[in-house]
């Protein structure tokens, strides 16, 4: 699986131990950036293009970084094809995928701290969409308002 991640410098120091993490793990990881801390950056310059990657299946799923996570699920979702929500806690990080289809994971660097992120990403990235007739009725709900 390959694991698209980005951040700005409200999650760099979060991004970097997640992709350290999921390398041993064994994932492929291509990196959106930010590569430096540079307080002046802006997270659409990073979460957008991991986020059109996505969209287009260049990579499996996504993970996004900023400081509250907020402001990279805002960007993210703004891309065809994405459905990217801020995750805090293990339930939604699986059910999300598993009932809505969810391909994107945002964070927030300045909130959680590793071991909560690995936990939701360990669940994000091992949840498995469902596809059941309603759920399948409800993304195709969603991705009319897309067109």
């Known amino acids: 699986m390959t694991i ?3 951040t700005d410098h409200g999650g760099i120091e979060l991004k970097q131990q997640l992709q350290e993490y999921l390398e041993k793990q064994g994932y492929t990881i291509k990196d959106f950036g930010a590569y430096s801390y540079d307080a002046k950056d802006d997270f659409p310059d990073y979460v957008v293009p991991l986020a059109r990657a996505v969209g287009a299946g260049e990579v499996d799923r996504g993970i996004a970084c900023c400081g509250s996570g907020v402001g990279a699920s805002i960007a ?3 891309i065809k094809n ?3 929500c801020l995750i805090n806690e293990s339930y939604s990080a699986a059910q999300g995928v598993e009932h809505d289809d969810m391909n994107m994971i945002c964070l927030g660097g300045r909130v959680i ?3 909560l992120a690995q936990t939701l990403v360990d669940s994000f990235l091992g949840a498995t969409y469902q596809g059941l007739e ?3 009725r409800r993304m195709g709900k969603i991705a009319d308002l897309e067109k």
Do not use: H, M, W
């Open 134 to 136: 309603r759920q399948l």
């Open 113 to 115: 701290g590793i071991a």
């Open 76 to 78: 993210a979702n703004k």
């Open 4 to 6: 698209g991640i980005a």
């Open 82 to 84: 994405v459905r990217a």
